[in-house]
């Protein structure tokens, strides 16, 4: 943890990119477009894929459980909309390339309406029991809507071991042009709290601390005056923290917060310590109160090539083309669709590739801002400057590791802790020898994931 002279914490090293959240910060949650086909993938988490409970041809309806679980560390899928079921086939994945869907035709094809939440008067998270949260979280088929996609009934189920002391709430959207939870923590505050409360219920945490970075001023004092209307300012914080990236990496978040870190390879359960989304927050209100599964989300469509940028509420299945086209399509020639932002997102080269749980943006780069970025910009030799170690907030040593998996080594590049590497781009985007170096790591995991699923069990 590091504080600066005003006193805001926040983790160690990192990057400032510019933040260009200007496009739409200021856009309140709108309905996006209503589609002709919603295609709902079976893998949209960490886990085992769910399996498809429905058939071509099959009529189902809104909120109806189309993919089951079979492992413990799963979530199932539910349709968005009444319609019927056109086939189960491959679709574009932002991360596997392919796979299996359930294609689905509304039965109309209208704009989603944006779903009325208030919160009962009489709104008490121990009227809940710990296993009824986590059975109605696990049944709408919560995960991880910041990114990771875990399924959230594993991470606060009850009588876990080790006990868990804290709950920490990741409002930091610290990915540049993202605005989805900065909206969310405005517009669906109540919703947003009541989550946080029931998800502290579940898992048992005597604190909760809320992380929001200090670029969201409004965001901290909604929180904060929420807070204080539901009489629960005892154990619940609100940390207004640095802005820097990648503060909403849950190993950094817990470093700034808490002070703590979570040991290289472990994950934060191991120290006592749950973390969640501001979104998933909102959608565990919604599950328990409301019985809704996850089946919209809201998503920012971004960049300085969208003609209409902003906050749209959509159904999970939505292809990205339609996104694109609702916001008025690309103003100029486009050089990159990104699933997310610029700097951990995913270039995806198939606009049909469909809106997942943990989808938070769609970014449509320039030509002369993936320039500006270095992408397109000549590869040189490692000038030792040792700027990439500098940032690194996961203490590696980047430049080892990519050399070690240019030159096949992918035993040394182990050696080097490269299973650690969270994927957070900074040591590409500080590189003045425009060296890929997150790229390579990128490359060296999938090559030893493929090693591993060869090795005999
Ligand atoms: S090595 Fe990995 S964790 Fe470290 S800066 Fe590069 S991408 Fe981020
Ligand atoms: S930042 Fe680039 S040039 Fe500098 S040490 Fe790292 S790899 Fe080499």
């Known amino acids: 943890m590091a504080t600066d002279s005003h006193g805001r914490t926040t983790f160690s090293r990192g990057v400032h990119p510019p933040e260009s959240k200007h496009l739409t910060e200021d856009r309140p949650i709108e309905p996006g477009p209503g589609v002709a086909e919603l295609s709902i993938l079976l893998s949209q988490h960490i886990g085992a894929p769910c399996q498809a409970a429905v058939k071509k041809g099959d009529l189902v309806q809104a909120g109806q459980k189309i993919g089951e679980c079979q492992a413990f560390v799963c979530a199932p899928v539910h349709a968005p909309v009444a319609g019927k079921v056109k086939e189960l086939a491959l679709r574009p994945h932002p991360v596997l390339g392919r796979c299996q869907a359930i ?246 080269a198939d606009l049909n590739t469909p809106i997942t749980k943990t989808s938070g943006a769609v970014t449509v780069l320039t030509r002369r801002q993936i320039g500006q970025a270095k992408f397109e910009r000549r590869q040189t030799a490692c000038i030792r400057c040792g700027r990439c170690l500098e940032v690194c907030p996961e203490n590696l040593s980047p430049t080892r590791i990519a050399h070690a998996v240019r030159s096949n080594l992918l035993d040394v590049a182990q050696s080097y802790f490269i299973s650690a590497c969270i994927e957070c781009g900074c040591c590409s985007y500080v590189c003045p020898a425009n060296i890929e170096l997150t790229g390579y790591i990128k490359t060296g995991k999938i090559f030893l994931a493929r090693q591993r699923k060869k090795m005999p069990a």
């Not at 944006?114 to 995960?143: K, M, N, Y």
Request: hydrophobic content about 40%; aromatic content about 4%.
């Open 103 to 348: 294609a689905i035709e509304p039965q109309e094809p209208a704009s989603p309406t944006l779903p009325s939440f208030s919160l009962p008067a009489d709104f008490d998270p121990t009227r809940h029991t710990p296993q009824e949260i986590c059975e109605a979280v696990r049944d709408a088929g919560l995960v991880g809507m910041g990114g990771a996609g875990f399924p959230t009934s594993v991470k606060i189920q009850p009588d876990a071991k080790p006990p868990k002391h804290t709950l920490l709430v990741n409002g930091c959207e610290c990915e540049p042009y993202i605005t989805c939870d900065y909206r969310l923590m405005l517009e669906w505050t109540d919703q947003v709290l009541a989550g946080i409360r029931l998800a502290q219920r579940a898992c048992g945490a005597s604190k909760v601390f809320i992380g929001v970075e200090d670029n969201k001023p409004k965001a901290i004092d909604a929180v904060g005056a929420a807070i204080k209307r539901a009489g629960s300012g005892s154990d619940i914080r609100v940390v207004s923290l640095q802005t820097k990236y990648p503060q909403g990496g849950e190993r950094q978040l817990i470093n700034a917060v808490l002070g703590q870190t979570v040991p290289t390879g472990g994950i934060p359960p191991m120290i006592g310590v749950v973390v969640i989304n501001v979104a998933t927050a909102a959608a565990i209100a919604d599950a328990v109160l409301y019985h809704r599964p996850l089946t919209h989300r809201v998503v920012t469509v971004t960049g300085e090539a969208i003609a209409k940028a902003g906050n749209y509420y959509v159904p999970i299945g939505t292809p990205v083309e339609a996104l694109i086209e609702f916001c008025g399509g690309v103003t100029e020639k486009s050089a990159k669709v990104v699933m997310g932002g610029p700097m951990m997102g995913l270039a995806i």
